[in-house]
């Protein structure tokens, strides 16, 4: 698809379906004891975004079910799974898995006794020997996988290491929807300092995501995107990169490269302030073990 057209289409839907500015959403730790904020959007055809707090997973209804994806935790997956009961009636066929890490897969056993659990085969391999709080996979992949139901489909892709050594993202080719969870956002730094992150891998991954055909991107934290949103992303971490690489280069310590890089054209996007000291702290981690390995100069 031509990149005109892509942009033609962002700024159609930001007109019908208008996009929470980024710096309004964050993260935040569950179980605080506050009541969760909890809602169900429509974002196109039948997929529809459901948010817990500040994480957020999508679902498709189908005339034969509903396929579901990260539950998030066991209070959340009782509440959709009862919104599905109410406003769809049907039941829930499915239920996909990003990844492993409990704060977006807990809770898998409310949906678990209709729903067949499908994840990436190292999802299995970490939810089994790390005890996560979820319903185990019964289905598991290695690359792709087509999942057809009701005549609708959603494609499973993983695009190698970057998060996790298990992360897949879901397409939803007829509405043009990807579900990218922890690896892009919109308009905000990276989550910290890359924890769990294989820096390199999730360059390249970026770069696979950005050569799929959708439109809307919706992340597992924060607004609504685009197509258009992924390189600006990329490009935030490849610039972060050469910027402290640099410094790495000329002997400076890790304080005095967060005195030296400032990352001034990112400085309108959400967490600039309070996430841009971790990333470089987690960079410079990240490219400190490359540098024993020589793998940089």
């Known amino acids: 698809m031509k990149i005109l057209t892509r942009f033609k289409f962002a700024f159609a839907f930001l007109i019908l379906f208008p996009v929470i500015p980024a710096i309004t959403v964050g993260y935040a730790a569950e179980g605080s004891g506050q009541e969760a904020i909890r809602e169900i959007k429509h974002i196109a055809g039948d997929v529809y975004r459901f948010r817990n707090n500040f994480h957020y997973s999508v679902f498709m209804v189908t005339p034969e079910g509903v396929i579901v994806t990260d539950p998030i935790n066991a209070e959340a997956a009782q509440w959709l799974k009862a919104q599905i009961a109410k406003r769809f009636k049907m039941p829930i066929k499915y239920l996909i898995y ?24 190292n999802a299995k391999i970490h939810i ?152 470089i702290e987690g960079m410079f981690r990240h490219l400190s073990l490359y540098r024993r390995a020589n793998i940089f100069d």
């Open 128 to 279: 089994l020997g790390e005890d996560r709080p979820t319903a185990v996979p019964d289905i598991t992949f290695s690359d792709r996988m087509s999942l057809v139901l009701g005549g609708k489909t959603v494609e499973l892709i993983y695009l190698g290491r970057n998060h996790s050594d298990n992360m897949i993202v879901m397409h939803f080719p007829a509405e043009k929807i990807l579900f990218a969870v922890d690896i892009v956002t919109r308009n905000s730094l990276p989550y910290k300092n890359f924890p769990n992150v294989y820096i390199e891998d999730l360059i390249e991954s970026l770069k696979r995501v950005e050569a799929m055909d959708f439109e809307i991107l919706a992340p597992g934290h924060g607004p609504l995107g685009f197509w258009a949103d992924v390189a600006p992303h990329r490009r935030y971490i490849e610039q972060l990169r050469a910027q402290v690489l640099e410094h790495m280069r000329a002997g400076k310590s890790v304080d005095e490269i967060k005195r030296r890089v400032t990352m001034d054209r990112y400085k309108n996007w959400a967490y600039y302030d309070e996430w841009l000291e971790p990333n």
């Open 98 to 121: 990003s990844h492993d890490h409990a704060d977006h897969i807990a809770g898998g056993e409310v949906f678990a006794d209709t729903a067949t659990v499908i994840s990436h085969e």
